[in-house]
């Protein structure tokens, strides 16, 4: 199969299969959630996260507001839940009363937590820059909260207990199987001379 090299750069899908998670925020106390696929972690000390919103976004402009945000991780039985809210606009709709979304408390912000989620983060706004047409939003980690019995102790999924939401682009959903886990020790491989 050949390669094909394109110049003329349209809507770049070719990273994906992402992790879709869920952006949450509140601002004059309404809640709003909204799916992304552009978030990623940026420093383990201090513990930031960045998240890309398009200033278009409601939540983008509670975020703005409140200086704070959530972001939580669906286990795929919940994936429903990314479509619903990354196909409504808070503005128009309460999307918590809307597709009946159950909130956990919140420990050091105001953003609702999802009670289906397997893990969350609460982040208080660092940053807050344009990037082209997103925003990169970088949050400081003030608390994370997480299902215990779904990680191992060295902190990876445990996929026997909970399988990841991920996303492929064009409103397809799809999830990792047990069967593919490969475990590959970088010190083992890093030494390796030669094909393996
Ligand atoms: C799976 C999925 C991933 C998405 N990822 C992003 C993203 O990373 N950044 C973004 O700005 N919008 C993203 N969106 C679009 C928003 O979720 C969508 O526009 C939503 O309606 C915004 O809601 P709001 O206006 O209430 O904030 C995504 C949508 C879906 C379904």
């Known amino acids: 199969m050949a390669k094909v090299i394109s110049e003329g750069i349209g809507a770049f899908y070719q990273h994906y299969p992402r992790v879709a998670a869920i952006v949450?925020?509140?601002?004059?106390?309404?809640?709003?959630?909204?799916?992304?696929?552009?978030?990623?972690?940026?420093?383990?000390?201090?513990?930031?996260?960045?998240?890309?919103l398009s200033a278009k976004?409601?939540?983008?402009?509670?975020i703005a507001e409140s200086k704070e945000f959530g972001?939580?991780?669906?286990?795929?039985?919940?994936?429903?839940?990314a479509a619903s809210v990354g196909g409504?606009?808070?503005?128009?709709?309460?999307?918590?009363?809307?597709?009946?979304?159950?909130?956990?408390?919140?420990?050091?912000?105001?953003?609702?937590?999802?009670?289906?989620?397997?893990?969350?983060?609460?982040c208080k706004l660092v940053d807050d820059?344009?990037?082209?047409d997103h925003k990169l939003l970088v949050g400081e980690i003030v608390a994370v909260h997480q299902l215990k019995e779904v990680f191992t102790p060295e902190e990876i999924l445990d996929l026997d207990k909970v399988s990841?939401?991920?996303y492929l682009g064009h409103e397809v959903y799809v999830t990792t199987s047990r069967d593919t886990v490969r475990s590959l020790d970088r010190e083992v491989y890093g030494k390796a001379k030669g094909g393996l």
């Open 129 to 132: 820059r344009d990037y082209g």
């Open 24 to 52: 949450t925020a509140q601002a004059k106390g309404k809640d709003n959630a909204m799916a992304v696929a552009w978030h990623m972690p940026i420093s383990f000390n201090p513990p930031l996260y960045g998240v890309a």
């Open 164 to 166: 990841p939401t991920l």
């Open 88 to 122: 409504s606009k808070g503005e128009e709709v309460n999307k918590f009363r809307q597709f009946n979304i159950a909130k956990d408390k919140s420990a050091r912000t105001a953003v609702p937590i999802l009670k289906d989620a397997y893990a969350a983060f609460e």
């Open 71 to 81: 972001v939580n991780f669906l286990p795929f039985e919940a994936a429903e839940l």
């Open 57 to 62: 976004r409601f939540t983008y402009r509670l």
